[in-house]
């Protein structure tokens, strides 16, 4: 139980374009999705918290304007990157807090690898 | 100094092996505590939670010391499966969580 679905699992994309990821909680609500950014052999940076029905919180250093979040129902958010450039190559992955874990661990979707040419 | 912060390794141990990683937060406030394994190319997989009176899973112990601010993950009896990479995360108040950049586990036959 507890599956967050993500994908596309990986896209290429020219530069300048936009690229969107959906992230979607099977068998339960999220109300909150979480969004995390990994460099190779980095730690996950979180970017940013997107609550449904209400506006995403930013972490410090994220351009909001660049990485639009929506979180349009209980199971479903998504992060568009928009205007793409090879830096923001990386890998990309979501996470709810899983109702069936003790002390609130979290579920991840399989991650999306973004690679921009 | 960063909130999380884990020895990257690597470690390289024969199979069979007892081996220990640390993490330390800097959150004296910090709630919940994890270990995530996260395989190469992979998203991670919650491992186990941390408790202040310490768990056990079959090979694997965790353990939490509040007042030094770390916790430690002990995998004992190790298998080449064991080869990935560990991340600790400490949840700091409501859902928001940090993530240790993770220590790296290989093991060998």
């Known amino acids: 139980g507890a599956v967050v679905s993500q994908h596309p699992s990986w896209v290429i994309c020219k530069s300048g374009t936009s690229v969107k990821i959906e992230c979607r909680s099977l068998d339960f609500q999220a109300t909150t999705m979480f969004w995390y950014r990994q460099f190779p052999k980095q730690s996950l940076m979180l970017m940013a918290t997107s609550n449904e029905g209400s506006k995403a919180t930013y972490e410090q250093g994220v351009e909001k304007d660049k990485f639009l979040i929506n979180h349009a129902s209980l199971t479903l958010s998504t992060l568009t990157v928009t205007s793409a450039h090879p830096e923001d190559s990386s890998f990309y992955i979501c996470s709810a807090p899983n109702p069936q874990a003790a002390g609130y661990g979290y579920t991840f979707g399989s991650g999306t690898r973004l690679t921009v040419v | ?109």
């Open chain 2, 1 to 109: 100094r960063k909130e999380v912060e884990q020895d990257p390794g690597p470690f390289n141990v024969p199979e069979g092996a007892t081996v220990a990683f640390n993490c330390t937060y800097s959150n004296s406030a910090s709630q919940s505590f994890f270990w995530y394994r996260q395989d190469c190319r992979k998203e991670p997989k919650l491992l186990m939670s941390v408790y202040s009176s310490g768990n056990e899973d079959g090979r694997f112990t965790a353990q939490l010391n509040r007042a030094s601010q770390y916790i430690s993950l002990l995998i004992r009896d190790s298998k080449l499966s064991d080869s990935a990479t560990y991340l600790c995360a400490v949840n700091t108040g409501g859902f928001k969580t940090i993530f240790g950049a993770g220590t790296r586990l290989f093991v060998k036959a």
